[in-house]
């Protein structure tokens, strides 16, 4: 499936035990300026499954862009084998991923994240409980090493690339 040219995100909504896979999911945030190209929150979705998805070339400039958004009480949600790229900057530097607080026993293995990509989990001062980042691909930086600490994150066998560690070859 292909998903594109929307106002907000691709892919949102309250679902449970569900599977989202195999699709392109891009050229989103035409209208909105915080959200992003994948966009979950307030919601238990029930160990759903998204997973083997290009997720790229949002069309935000402005506010807060991300391309897997999962916000406040985004909770029990398996992240896996999804690419993302050519996430627009906004306000501030453009987060691949973001995991807002509070969540609980969300899932990430096996994700590339291609540019100058960052993961942020916000506000700093709440939970993430049960958060796991398995062998994920950063370039240039993952998540914090202060924060993996402080939150108790399941964080391990992640690789971070320099920019010319793989020429964007991967």
Known sequence: NTVSKMGRSALGGDFRASEISYNDFYDTMRLSIDGGVI?????????SEIHHN????????EGYQSGIYYD???????TYNNVVW???KGLEKAKFMTLNTPSANN??????FINDSQVNIYPSNGSVEGAVFLNNIFKQE???EETIKEKNINYSNNV???????????
């Open 39 to 47: 966009y979950l929150v307030n919601n238990d979705y029930d160990s």
């Open 54 to 61: 290009l997720i790229h070339d949002n069309s935000g400039k």
């Open 72 to 78: 406040s009480n985004t909770n029990d949600v398996i």
């Open 86 to 88: 050519n996430i627009e």
């Open 107 to 112: 899932i990430f293995f096996n994700n590339t």
């Open 142 to 144: 993952g998540l914090p």
């Open 160 to 170: 971070i690339v320099s920019m010319n560690d793989l020429n964007d070859d991967f």
